[in-house]
Structures are given as structure tokens and as C-alpha cells.
């Protein structure tokens, strides 16, 4: 089963011009390829709910420093890995699935200078090739909804973190009411969405030997947002360079359906630290 959902997911998310489209993009919208920044990257930079406001949220209440050697498991296009190698000056290393996101996350993080601080490579979640106790910190934004053997999951996070080390999750998880409407951005069918509610969440943390230390529900900051992003697209259209650039034409079905998803209680959002 794993190795079938590993192909669907891989198909979902992956697109063989992906590099070209973005950078193509990236000239459309007015930016020097050669000088590229950080902000320029913004609009594609991190591809989950409430973006970059999330991640520094996150990041605070890991307490997360420039000591600090961080795995980012489902590091996409690598955006919240150079967020973090920029504010907090950590190492990082990526891990995708997705082979493109991989080699467009080393391109783009060469391009702005992080390439000494940020890494990638193409792997399974659910069979880390690294170590035990190699990192300090493990991060995970809006992954585990593609994953359906959490126990595995979660174990082998627990396996490569050291000691006293924390795992930072912004994930969403499973409300309360009805099912997903699909597509969303993270699967167009049922078929590769494997959503969990909060108890079932904090159950697999615990059975995986992790202390949970501050949850916190952003459901209603993340219904906020949505609200202040479909008036934006209804205002302006959608911009040159955006997430539809990675997910294709029916990114704005996608989007129009995730906002419903949160509106009716379908899903919610958790912000979740543990230790090890």
C-alpha cells in the first residue's frame, strides 16, 4: 500500500517543468533572477496556511536558535527551510517525496545565498535515512495529511531526534463535522488524504514516546486569513506567482474548497510542540 499512495502523492504534487514555470514567473513578476531575495520568493515561499506567519509562530514556541540542527520533513520548495536558515541563522536539512520540489528547493536556495545553511534530499517520511539522535529539532507544516501509517511516522521522528529534542508540528487535522470536501491542496481524492482528529493526534504522540508541551488550536486565524485571501483573488484575480504554479489549474477549486472545509468545521488547524 505504501509504495502505491507514495506514487499517487508523487503524481499529485509533482510537475517534471516546474523550475522553468517558476522562474519564469519569477521574471514575469518584476524580479532579477541574479539578485534574487528572499520577499521576492514570498508569494510561492511556503505552501500551507497563513504562510510565513505560521512558521515564525511556530518557530517561537519551538524555541528555536541558531544552535540548533533541524530536520523539515515535507520541505516542498524548501521556503520554510531558508525562513528558518535566514531568521534564526540554523542549519536545516529538507526531505521530500516529491523529486522536484527537492531539486527546485536546491535551486532556489542556492539562488539567494542559504545554500551553506540548507539542504535537501528526496526520501520517505515513514523511513528517515538518517541516524538516530541526529537532530535537535524536527519540523513538520501541513505533511502528515498525506501520510497514512502515523504510527510509523511518528516513531521514526522520534527515532532521529536526540534526547530532550523537540518536534514542531502545524498540521491539519480532522473537525469535527462532515467530510473533506476535495479537491484541497494536499489531495484531489480521499484516496491519499488521511486526516486525524486532535485526540487521535495527541494518542499517536504519546504511544510514540513524545511529551506534549503547548497545543494550541489556529483554526480561527486560519478561517481569518482565508476570508482575507478569497476577497484579495475576487479583488485582483490571481497574481503571476503563486501556488498555482505548483498545483496547476485547479488550485482555485482547491482553495475555494479548503476555505469551505474550515468555515464548516471539516477540518481544523493544531500547532503542536513535543519533546523527545
Known amino acids: 500500500m505504501r509504495k502505491a499512495v507514495n506514487e499517487a502523492i508523487k503524481t499529485h504534487y509533482g510537475r517534471s517543468d516546474l523550475a522553468a514555470v517558476i522562474l519564469a514567473a519569477l521574471e514575469a513578476a518584476g524580479a532579477d533572477i541574479q539578485k534574487l531575495s528572499l520577499e521576492e520568493l514570498a508569494p510561492i515561499d511556503e505552501f500551507h496556511i497563513r504562510g510565513r506567519a505560521a512558521t515564525l509562530e511556530l518557530a517561537k514556541a519551538a524555541d528555536l536558535r541558531s544552535t540548533k540542527r533541524v530536520l523539515d520533513i515535507g520541505s516542498g520548495i524548501g521556503g520554510t527551510s531558508r525562513c528558518l536558515a535566514k531568521e534564526f541563522g540554523c542549519r536545516v536539512t529538507g526531505i521530500d517525496l516529491t523529486d522536484e520540489y527537492c531539486q527546485v528547493a536546491s535551486m532556489l536556495t542556492a539562488m539567494v545565498g542559504l545554500d551553506g545553511l540548507a539542504d535537501y534530499r528526496q526520501g520517505d517520511a515513514t523511513n528517515l535515512p538518517f541516524e538516530d539522535?541526529?537532530?535537535?529539532?524536527?519540523?513538520?507544516?501541513?505533511?502528515?495529511?498525506?501520510?497514512?501509517?502515523?504510527?510509523?511516522?511518528?516513531?521514526?521522528?522520534?527515532?532521529?531526534?536526540?534526547?530532550?529534542?523537540?518536534?514542531?508540528?502545524?498540521?491539519?487535522?480532522?473537525?469535527?463535522?462532515?467530510?473533506?470536501?476535495?479537491?484541497?491542496?494536499?489531495?484531489?481524492?480521499?484516496?491519499?488524504?488521511?486526516?486525524?482528529?486532535?485526540?487521535?493526534?495527541?494518542?499517536?504522540?504519546?504511544?510514540?514516546?513524545?511529551?506534549?508541551?503547548?497545543?494550541?488550536d489556529t483554526t480561527a486565524e486560519a478561517c481569518e486569513w482565508f476570508v482575507n485571501l478569497a476577497e484579495r483573488i475576487r479583488r485582483e484575480g490571481f497574481p503571476v506567482l503563486g501556488f498555482h504554479l505548483l498545483m496547476g489549474n485547479d488550485f482555485r477549486t482547491m482553495a475555494q474548497n479548503q476555505g469551505r472545509n474550515l468555515e464548516e468545521g471539516r477540518i481544523s488547524l493544531g500547532q503542536i510542540i513535543s519533546v523527545k
Open 133 to 216: 539522535n541526529e537532530f535537535d529539532v524536527v519540523w513538520t507544516e501541513h505533511v502528515a495529511m498525506n501520510i497514512p501509517d502515523k504510527h510509523r511516522f511518528y516513531s521514526e521522528i522520534y527515532r532521529v531526534l536526540r534526547p530532550g529534542g523537540t518536534l514542531a508540528i502545524y498540521d491539519v487535522l480532522a473537525g469535527a463535522s462532515e467530510a473533506v470536501l476535495f479537491p484541497v491542496p494536499w489531495a484531489r481524492t480521499p484516496d491519499t488524504s488521511f486526516l486525524v482528529s486532535p485526540d487521535e493526534l495527541r494518542d499517536l504522540l504519546q504511544d510514540a514516546g513524545f511529551t506534549i508541551t503547548d497545543w494550541k
